[in-house]
Structure formats: C-alpha cells, structure tokens
C-alpha cells in the first residue's frame, strides 16, 4: 500500500513476469527497491502463480545457499537433511511461483544457474548493480520526483510539513 510514483516500473514488471520473464530491480540505496518487491508481491496479478509469492532476503547468501532456501520454501519433511542439486532440480522442475530475493549479490554466472533451477517460474530480484542476463529484464528504480518526495517525507513523519519545512525540503 502507498508505494509512490512507481506506476511505470510496476507496470514493466508486470508485463515481464507475466510472460514468465524475471525481473531484475537495481538503484541507488533507499530508492525503494524492496518497497517495489513488497508492492509486486502483493499485487493482485501476482495470483496467478499457482504455487504461491516467496519473498527471501538474500544479502550475503552464497548460490547453494540460495537454491536450499527455495526449495524449503516449497517442500518440508520432518527430517533434517541438506536436498543434493539433482533432488532440488527435480523437485522444483514444475513449480510455478514468483521469487522474490532481496538483496543478491551473485555472480553472474551464479545468477543465471539460480534462474535455472526453477524454470516455470518467475524471479524478481534485487541487486545492487543493474544484472545484465539474458532472460532477465531490468528495472532501474530512481529517485522520486520532488513532489513525491515530500509527500513520503510527510508520510515518514506522520505530519503536514510547514511552509518552511516543505521549501527546505524541496530543495
């Protein structure tokens, strides 16, 4: 609820990941790239993933890691075990989701095996660099325009600015 200004990469998002491509979201820290995750994850057209939205924050997990956690997302037993790479494959050949990972900071070969992994489904990924796959489209978040700005500012204080405050704001 009340992500600003973003109707235009919310609306490539769409599109792509409708269309069963993977998005990649990159910008500057604190342009609202996990607001955007959070927004695309509860957006009504995100439904359509039959095997559900999974969000996992990624910041300093390595591939293999990454690949576990998606697969645990999906499937559970009362064991404890670590899946091998072939029981992971084949566990999540059909599965059709949308993965969120915020936060990735993987090689791009790394990337590219971890989009593999689940092939009917669709990742949205941020990164702090723009990705530059393939089969993924990127998004670039950027700053919002002023106006919007000030409004989040407003919102972040819980209060009307000032004149006074609004021009120091603005500028």
Avoid: M, N, W
């Amino acid at each position: 609820r009340g992500l600003l200004d973003r109707h235009e990469e919310l609306t490539a998002a769409l599109s792509a990941v409708d269309i069963g491509l993977s998005i990649a979201v990159s910008g500057d820290p604190g342009a609202g790239k996990t607001a955007f995750l959070r927004q695309l994850a509860h957006h009504s057209r995100a439904a359509a993933f039959v095997d559900g939205v999974v969000y996992l924050g990624a910041r300093h997990q390595p591939s293999a890691d990454l690949r576990q956690r998606i697969f645990e997302a999906f499937y559970e037993t009362s064991d404890v075990c670590k899946a091998t790479e072939p029981e992971i494959r084949r566990a999540l050949q059909d599965v059709q989701a949308l993965i969120l990972l915020d936060d990735v900071d993987l090689a791009q070969h790394e990337l590219e095996q971890l989009l593999d992994i689940v092939p009917r489904s669709a990742f949205a990924i941020v990164t702090r660099e723009q990705c530059l796959a393939s089969e993924v489209r990127a998004i670039v978040l950027r700053g919002l325009p002023t106006q919007e700005a000030v409004h989040l500012l407003e919102r972040e204080v819980r209060r009307t600015l000032s004149v006074a405050e609004r021009s120091a704001a603005t500028t």
